[in-house]
């Protein structure tokens, strides 16, 4: 079945600067990426999200990108603030079965 | 912030007991995962529900069990529960079986 890793498990940057977290899973055959953003004590609420058919996606400061010959994808967020600080879950689904969530990284924000 | 409600939102149980979790999904969606969130660690699939009927299982033993209305709101059961069940249990439901799946709050779970 597939297996999601994800790096690194924990990321401090400071505030405006990037942050890009990386993922890779086995299954050749997932086609679908979402990535989750969970606050403390919160639901996780999905961020952004990416299909097999495109390589690249974009949402103002957010973004994610796939290798689909390397079998990982990246988020990347720019000009990071503080409220960006939360646990990101990756995940990985093929047709026809499951989300598979990557163990997360905790990303803070240092004003 | 999305139209999954969850209920409870904390419970503590015994060892051996029996509980059971609600989940109610958004509007106009069909299709609810349940997923156990350990400490630390990212959401892992219990099972999903689609139309009434299990489709798909993960891991997990048959003391864990669903079942999911008319009105597509879904109950997690687990029986003889045991301290390594405490977690975060979530549910999420989407609009058919492979579309993008929406969170709710979450049942925080405490076995003692």
């Known amino acids: 079945g597939e297996n999601v890793e994800q790096h690194p498990s924990t990321l401090s940057v400071q505030e405006g600067d990037s942050a890009v977290i990386k993922c890779t899973y086995s299954?050749?055959?997932?086609?679908?990426f979402p990535w989750y953003k969970q606050e403390l004590g919160k639901r996780p609420q999905l961020i952004i999200d990416?299909?097999?058919?495109?390589g690249e996606k974009k949402d103002q400061r957010i973004a994610v990108t796939l290798n689909k010959t390397a079998k990982h994808f990246s988020l990347h967020i720019t000009e990071t603030q503080p409220e960006d600080s939360a646990v990101y879950f990756c995940a990985a689904r093929n047709y026809g079965q499951n989300f598979v969530f990557g163990p997360g990284t905790r990303l803070s924000v240092l004003p | 912030e999305t139209g999954v409600t969850q209920s409870p939102t904390h419970l503590i149980k015994t060892r051996g007991q029996q509980v059971t979790l609600r989940c109610s999904s958004q509007?106009?969606?069909?299709?609810v995962s349940w997923y156990q969130q350990a400490l630390g660690q990212g959401p892992q699939f219990i099972f999903q529900?689609?139309?009434?009927?299990?489709?798909g299982r993960g891991n997990f033993p048959p003391r864990f069990s669903g079942l999911q209305f008319p009105n597509y709101s879904s109950e997690l059961n687990v029986n003889a529960l045991e301290l390594d069940d405490s977690a975060l249990y979530l549910c999420?439901?989407?609009?058919?079986?492979?579309?993008?799946?929406?969170f709710g709050p979450g049942t925080r779970l405490l076995v003692l």
């Open positions: 299954d050749s055959a997932s086609n679908y």
């Open positions: 509007s106009g969606h069909n299709t």
């Open positions: 999420a439901s989407s609009f058919g079986q492979q579309e993008t799946q929406y």
């Open positions: 990416i299909r097999s058919n495109v």
């Open positions: 529900y689609y139309r009434e009927e299990e489709n």
